[in-house]
């Protein structure tokens, strides 16, 4: 095991031996993952001038998000807008080659890689999206940082700063604050002594009223809508919740309602869904010692694609139509699978409301 400093001495060795670097992430971009490429590009640009680019693929959906991009001024490209011939040094962060949500450049091999996930699985499926990329020549010198103990990139990325000395601006530091905060739900999970350790480094930098914003940032007309929507909809089943919320403008406000039901108190697990476009959106979260994952693969019954861990599974069910028929017939469906797998078929359901007619 290197040190930390070793490891940052070897990063900026290698990207002193490049010219140009691309830096990419997983699609739809989290916090994590956006401060993690602001900080690296960070680094690149001020410790060796080096011109660098972030692209992203997919949407930024979470007004959080939205709001941390604006606030933090993230320089991003739309990845479908860059030409990866361009740059010679490629770089993934927060995110690692083989996993499914990571669309990367054909027939390129990546040159950094720094996450904090396990790694994929040997011989993991890779869709037509995601051709593994070729493992990089024998003699290619290539920087490889994945601690799976470490709460977040951020403070993996951090830590390279606060090792080399760069000066951390405003912007930076409450992107990677917020970073750090919302992949350890304020350092509740997950957490080592290095995200404690940058977490209050950072602190005194952070732009407080940027952070406010982004936290609490304002919500459209819609979002309202859907959860009076989706709140009307609610099915209580003991300590089991489910919840379909009809059509969503946002794939996003599945997962926002599945988190906040998953407050409400007594019950244990959540399953919450919605349609958007075409295709249907899932969101299971569960306290009860099952694993979400699995209890998704069950609802789904070989359906769509899905992933998740732990507490946490999501996935997406291409319908046939958007037809208000097809929708109702797949959640009733759903519902029937789901509550087979929670073992509570027959149980009488009540609404938030009480007893239902
Ligand atoms: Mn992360």
Redesign the pocket.
């Known amino acids: 095991m290197t040190t930390l400093s070793s490891t940052s001495a070897d990063l900026l060795d290698l990207l002193r031996s490049r010219k140009r670097l691309l830096v990419l992430t997983h699609a739809n971009p989290d916090p ?2 956006l401060a993690s490429a602001m900080g690296l590009m960070h680094l690149a640009e001020t410790r060796l001038r080096m011109p660098t680019t972030f692209a992203y693929a997919g949407r930024i959906m979470r007004a959080e998000n939205r709001e941390m991009v604006r606030c933090c001024k993230i320089r991003m490209t739309p990845q479908d807008q860059v030409d990866p011939s361009q740059f010679d040094c490629l770089a993934l962060v ?1 995110t690692q080659p083989g996993f499914g949500h990571t669309h990367l450049p054909r027939g390129r091999s990546i040159d950094v890689v720094i996450d ?1 996930h396990i790694p994929p699985a040997e011989g993991s499926p890779s869709g037509p999206d995601n051709p593994l990329s070729p493992a990089p020549a024998a003699d290619a010198r290539v920087f490889h940082d994945v601690r799976t103990d470490i709460g ?2 951020s403070s993996m990325v951090g830590g390279y700063l606060l090792d080399t000395g760069v000066e951390i601006p405003g912007p930076l530091a409450t992107a990677l604050f917020y970073g750090i905060k919302t ?1 350890t739900a304020d350092l509740s999970r997950n957490v080592s002594p290095l995200d404690e350790r940058v977490y209050e480094h950072l602190m005194p930098l952070v732009d407080r009223a940027a952070l406010r914003t982004i936290t609490q940032p304002a919500l459209p007309a819609d979002y309202f809508r859907a959860l009076r929507e989706a709140l009307n909809n609610v099915r209580i089943y003991d300590d089991a919740i489910l919840c379909s919320i009809g059509r969503v403008s946002t794939p996003e406000m599945v997962a926002e309602v599945a988190d906040l039901l998953l407050r409400h108190e007594g019950k244990q697990v959540v399953f919450c869904g919605g349609l958007s476009g075409d295709v249907y959106y899932v969101s299971l979260r569960t306290e009860l010692d099952l694993d979400a994952y699995q209890l998704l693969a069950a609802a789904l019954n070989g359906e769509g694609s899905f992933g998740g861990h732990g507490a946490v599974a999501g996935g997406c069910i291409p319908l046939v139509d958007d037809d208000e028929r097809t929708l109702r017939r797949f959640e009733r469906k759903l519902e029937r699978n789901i509550l087979a797998a929670l073992g509570r078929e027959g149980m009488s359901v009540g609404g938030l409301g009480g007893v239902r007619k």
């Open positions: 994590d993952s927060d904090h977040a990139t992949d």
